[in-house]
């Protein structure tokens, strides 16, 4: 995924963590960047969802963009 925020103050990182938490319909607070925060590759960890579930979720949100 890309954001187009820019990388100053926390900005992508806020971007990044809006967008996952709309794609995946989870709380901001339940999606934390754990690594990368100053890179351009994040690791980011899920509260509350499986890896599959998040998977599956954002699959669909991918679908739904290119229609």
């Excluded at 926390?10 to 690594?35: F, K, M, Y």
């Excluded at 890179?39 to 890896?51: N, W």
């Excluded at 599956?56 to 949100?61: H, I, Q």
């Amino acid at each position: 995924m890309r954001v187009t925020a820019a990388p100053e103050r926390g900005r992508a990182n806020d971007a990044v963590v809006a967008l996952l938490a709309e794609a995946l319909s989870l709380p901001r607070e339940d999606i934390a960047v754990v690594a990368g925060a100053a890179a351009r590759d994040k690791v980011v960890e899920l509260v509350g969802i499986s890896a599959e579930e998040a998977d599956r979720r954002l699959t669909m949100a991918e679908e739904a963009v290119q229609t």
